[in-house]
């Protein structure tokens, strides 16, 4: 029996979703959105029913990453669309193209006191690359296709579009046309030419480039890259910035590099604001951004040391650059900088045991066996002294990490996304016990959506974060008001949502071997709680190492 119901805009926007190439939406349900529910129904878009706002975005964010397709969430107006607000600022530091859809009160009661009325664009405008409330039932497709275009083109980033409940009902009277296929912006033969010249002519030359060129993302673009270019080619996404631990010892080789390209990378606080961390006096620059604003930016910070700067996305010009086969060896520079670049925090054996708990880093040297004897698999991380430990692990497979925004809590949407985007695939996702109150219950979602990963829970009973801030800041015997139960057990929690609950109670390494092992033969997402104590996040530097390291 055929279907004669009319075309209506919520199903003239599931057309525009479906070729757009969406395959999974993560959602919270609610009043104004149901009428999409219904539009999706016979589709072949996987609709993933998430216990949190904050989650459908965090977890649209790693799909974009991981798959290279719009990350879509769909929440409901009022509360909801405020519970959203939050993950897109981590989406737009990391440079992830979301769709954030939302609904809304109709538009025929605008000014009247409808329910939830609300100015959302106004609210969300600072956190998006776009922002829109659907006009009608007939240009509602084209709206969504014109804001999926803004979030992919250039810095890619999180887009908002409304959805009022008349424009979901109206009828659609024409036939809508979709685009959804994002402008290039390339760099003309000239530029291009002097911009290969500007790095021929460099005997320590860096490049480093923003989030949104990560090896997740591009298929090792930037690995490919340095090795063509015998260039350190570097993607920088932590808020660490210059001082990441996972990038070594960054700094001494900015410090030493005698000329340096920014390709998308922002020249904000993550570089020092292109300070004295930045190279030397003569240092030169060489500036690749989509945006003209950042190029304005790094003229007024650079002055005379800029000597190349440009208009254009950053991914054609990496495979521009990486186009040749003739680029100087530069082979001392590149042992140097490898060698710098490489360094880690290190301990000795007996201090990765206590009587207080592991030391973070026997975590992670556990995990990275485990990722080693994987390397498909796929690590994700949240923030916080924990996370960087984790960071650190050397695993050239996918990877998603809290990102620039600095943010914490994602972990879990974060894995439920990953093996959703890569089913059968590992997914190991770490975070501290603080960030594991966010979204616990998301670990009923993945155990309800078939979802697989292994959550690792540092548990030092603390903001760990904080409290070392205290301590550095104002003195070990300032510290207060950071602390958390000790009595918490997360994988009893876990075991309630129904998924796997392990601990690791004792500071045996070989304890949480055979947990790790056993976790590994679960056919279900597994928690693993595992006592930790509040350890720094570590510190690299290759003039100077931290206290207690070697390298």
């Not at 939406?25 to 129904?41: E, K």
């Not at 930016?297 to 950053?314: E, I, N, P, T, Y």
């Not at 556990?366 to 960071?391: K, T, Y």
Request: proline residues 6%; hydrophobic residues 45%.
């Amino acid at each position: 029996m055929r279907n004669y119901a009319p075309m209506t805009g919520a199903k003239a926007l599931a057309d525009a979703l479906q070729a757009a190439g969406v395959r999974c939406i993560f959602s919270l349900s609610g009043n104004q959105i149901m009428p999409v529910f219904d539009a999706l129904i016979g589709r072949d878009i996987r609709l993933v029913h998430v216990r949190h706002e904050a989650a459908a975005v965090y977890a649209a964010e790693a799909w974009a990453q991981l798959t290279g397709e719009i990350g879509v969430a769909l929440v409901t107006a009022g509360a909801g669309f405020g519970n959203a607000l939050g993950a897109l600022i981590s989406a737009r530091a990391s440079e992830s193209p979301v769709l954030l859809l939302s609904g809304d009160s109709p538009r025929g009661q605008d000014g009247m006191g409808a329910f939830q009325e609300l100015d959302q664009c106004a609210m969300s405008a600072p956190v998006t690359k776009a922002s829109l409330r659907g006009g009608s039932a007939d240009t509602l497709a084209p709206e969504a296709a014109a804001l999926i275009r803004r979030a992919r083109e250039g810095r890619p980033g999180p887009v908002h579009l409304a959805l009022p409940a008349d424009v979901l009902t109206d009828p659609v009277t024409g036939q809508p046309e979709v685009n959804v296929t994002p402008a290039v912006q390339g760099l003309d033969a000239d530029t291009l030419a002097d911009l290969r010249a500007f790095l021929d002519g460099a005997a320590r030359p860096l490049i480093l480039t923003g989030p949104a060129l990560s090896n997740t993302r591009t298929q090792g673009a930037v690995t490919r890259a340095q090795g063509v270019l015998n260039v350190p080619v570097l993607c920088m996404e932590s808020p660490r910035g210059l001082r990441d631990p996972a990038l070594g010892a960054l700094v001494d080789v900015t410090r030493q590099a005698d000329r340096i390209i920014l390709l998308g990378k922002p020249g904000d606080f993550t570089t020092g604001f292109l300070g004295a961390d930045m190279g030397n006096e003569k240092t030169q620059f060489a500036v690749i951004d989509p945006d003209e604003a950042e190029i304005s930016r790094a003229r007024a910070r650079l002055g005379r040391r800029l000597s190349l700067a440009a208009c254009a996305d950053s991914l054609p010009v990496l495979h521009a650059l990486s186009a040749r086969a003739d680029a100087p060896a530069r082979m001392e520079w590149m042992r140097d900088a490898t060698a710098a670049l490489a360094a880690r925090a290190t301990l000795a054996p007996d201090a990765l045991e206590g009587p207080d708990g592991l030391h973070p880093a026997a975590v992670a040297q556990a995990l990275g066996a485990i990722l080693r004897a994987h390397p498909e698999a796929v690590l994700i991380s949240d923030g916080g002294e924990f996370g960087q430990w984790i960071q650190t692990v050397a695993h050239d497979g996918p990877r998603v990490i809290n990102g620039v925004s600095g943010a914490i809590g994602a972990a879990p949407a974060y894995a439920l996304a990953a093996s959703l985007a890569r089913p059968g695939a590992l997914v190991i996702t770490a975070m501290g016990d603080g960030t594991a109150g966010f979204l616990l219950a998301e670990y009923e979602t993945a155990a309800r959506e078939g979802a697989q990963f292994i959550a690792v829970i540092g548990n030092d009973s603390c903001w760990n974060a904080e409290h070392q801030i205290q301590i550095r800041e104002f003195g070990p015997d300032r510290t207060h008001s950071c602390g958390l139960s000790r009595m918490a057990r997360y994988d009893v929690a876990a075991q309630g949502l129904g998924i796997v609950g392990m601990v690791v109670e004792d500071s045996q390494i070989g304890t949480l071997t055979q947990a790790l092992t056993s976790a590994l033969a679960q056919r279900s997402p597994v928690c693993l709680n595992i006592r930790i104590r509040p350890e720094p996040a570590p510190v690299v530097t290759a003039s100077k190492a931290p206290a207690g390291a070697v390298h």
